[in-house]
């Protein structure tokens, strides 16, 4: 099936679209991109920079995928982003490319990022990622697998968000979220792990049961975070995979968690 493009689209020379892709009226696609099968673009959406989208992905109206970083070290050039596949963009919603030649903005597959929210240059974003209307991904951010980011929230540059943590509605992340954990407020404070998540991506009780239990470690016995950690690696928690993902994720911190 030939690509399905509006008469009213502007597409540049030297972009590259498979067939099966759709572009909508009024949409623009810039001369570095490419495209593969499948992938939506809609009426007034932009997709520029030298971009390379996946597979089935979406991208609303009025969303601009592949726009110039906006760190002031930019140099000038076209450089980088790369999406893969089941990608949904929705109305506003914006990513930006890398900022020298060398770097490269990096999405996965199946992220859902909704209204008027915003990924950075640098970043780099794992698959299944929640992200809700009015969210911001600061430059540089690590985004790991099935993390629901709230209405609202701003991350910090550097920061990283481990698998299946949770930051609340309008929560301001200084420092990581290690994963299985839920943060909230301002600054952001890990309140619990994310029982409810773990639950639906099928966790099983005594994996969960072992996530809070080194919360406790960590949150509740007036610890600093060595002591905790060290505690945690000499009982049986120890043995299970996903405390030794929460302990190997702490250890790499260089902001420190929240």
């Known amino acids: 099936m030939e690509a399905k493009i509006h008469s009213t689209a502007i597409i540049e020379a030297g972009a590259q679209l498979d067939e099966g892709v759709t572009v909508g009226a009024y949409a623009y696609i810039g001369p570095h991109v490419q495209i593969a099968s499948g992938t939506e673009v809609m009426h007034h959406a932009t997709v520029d920079g ?62 859902v990022i909704l209204a008027y929210s915003h990924i950075a240059h640098e970043c ?8 809700s209307s009015h969210a911001a991904l600061g430059g540089h ?30 929560a301001t992340v200084l420092q990581d979220i290690p994963p299985f954990f839920t943060a909230s407020g301002n600054p952001a404070e890990v309140r619990g792990i994310n029982k409810v998540g773990l639950q639906r991506a099928g966790f099983s009780e005594a994996a969960i049961s072992g996530v809070r239990k080194a919360y406790k470690q960590l949150y509740k016995k007036g610890l600093n975070r060595s002591q905790a950690i060290e505690s945690i690696i000499d009982s049986e928690l120890s043995q299970i995979d996903e405390v030794q993902e929460l302990v190997a994720f702490i250890k790499a911190s260089e902001r420190g968690i929240a």
């Open 50 to 111: 030298n971009t390379t989208l996946g597979n089935d992905n979406e991208i609303h109206p009025y969303a601009y995928i592949g726009g110039k970083t906006h760190d002031l070290k930019y140099k000038g050039g076209i450089h980088r982003l790369k999406i893969g596949n089941h990608n949904v963009f929705r109305e506003y919603a914006t990513v930006h490319c890398a900022t020298a030649e060398d770097l490269l903005t990096e999405m996965g597959d199946h992220n």
């Open 124 to 131: 780099k974003v794992g698959n299944h990622l929640v992200m």
């Open 141 to 170: 951010v690590e985004v790991g697998h099935h993390v629901n980011v709230g209405w609202g929230v701003g991350i910090h540059q550097f920061c990283r968000l481990g698998d299946h943590c949770m930051a609340a509605a309008t």
